[in-house]
């Protein structure tokens, strides 16, 4: 996922200077499902303090050491962490992002508002969350296919990825990943669950939790209008608000 990170970086910055305004403004980020830390780590680049948490150890140890390796430790923190009972953050943080489909992890109602419960403490009054998601259209989504490349140095990466349509909610992707470094070649081949949301379904678990949306804008940070969108952020903020 490293080719582009410096532009969703830009987005992030964008959404955060566009929906939170004030003192809160100066706050740390939060990233929950960190994966590799990549945006973080960019962000912490361009000075900004963050803290992260991924329910996968082994991207937890890649993103400290990678964090490590740029000496950006005094800035940015990750940890191992369940989005569904997320470990408390010391300091309350201004601006919470969660792009790509993550919190589509989680399994069922009960996880979502357990998470967005603790994002909501996790925020300061006036505090932001950014939640990338892919909505399904109420007559269920066709069969897709993303194809993903990428290359650092002599290593080239193709990633294909087969969505099955959902059935009960629950979308299956089958991964197939071929892995070139030089004259090797390496396939790997993995498959995961994510849930699904239709518009009114994803809008009726809001009102049960306590943030609400303020707002849905595109990949780039446009407001999303009348749009059908293959994927948007929904900006959500404390419900008392
Ligand atoms: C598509 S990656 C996104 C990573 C990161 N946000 C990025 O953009 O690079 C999804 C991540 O969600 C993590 N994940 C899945 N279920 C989780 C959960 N219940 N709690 C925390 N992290 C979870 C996975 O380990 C994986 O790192």
């Not at 303090?49 to 050491?65: F, I, P, S, T």
């Not at 140095?153 to 087969?162: F, S, T, W």
């Not at 070139?180 to 669950?193: N, T, V």
């Not at 940070?221 to 969108?229: E, K, N, S, V």
Request: hydrophobic share 40%; glycine share 8%.
């Amino acid at each position: 996922m490293t080719p582009g990170t410096a532009r969703e970086a830009d987005v992030l910055g964008r959404l955060q200077r566009r929906f939170v305004t004030g003192s809160v403004s100066a706050l740390p980020w939060l990233e929950p499902a960190c994966g590799s830390g990549r945006l973080l780590r960019r962000l912490a680049a361009r000075g900004l303090k963050a803290v992260g948490y991924d329910l996968d150890r082994d991207m937890v140890a890649y993103a400290e050491a990678a964090i490590s390796r740029r000496g950006l430790q005094n800035r940015v923190t990750v940890q191992v962490g369940d989005m569904a009972s997320p470990p408390s953050v010391r300091q309350q943080t201004g601006f919470a992002f969660n792009p790509w489909n993550s919190i589509r992890h989680l399994r069922d109602d009960a996880a979502v508002l357990s998470h967005l419960e603790a994002t909501a403490v996790a925020l300061a009054p006036g505090g932001v969350y950014a939640v990338g998601l892919s909505l399904t259209a109420p007559e269920g989504d066709p069969p897709e296919e993303d194809v993903w490349t990428a290359t650092r140095g002599r290593c080239r990466v193709l990633q294909v990825v087969n969505w099955e349509p959902a059935d009960h909610r629950v979308e299956r992707a089958h991964v197939q990943t071929v892995v070139r470094r030089g004259a090797q070649e390496e396939f790997l081949s993995s498959s995961y669950d994510l849930r699904t949301y239709t518009a009114k379904q994803w809008r009726d678990l809001l009102t049960s939790s306590p943030l609400r949306s303020i707002g849905a804008v595109d990949l780039h940070g446009r407001d999303r209008g009348d749009r059908d969108l293959p994927y948007q952020f929904e900006i959500l903020t404390h419900a008392d608000r």
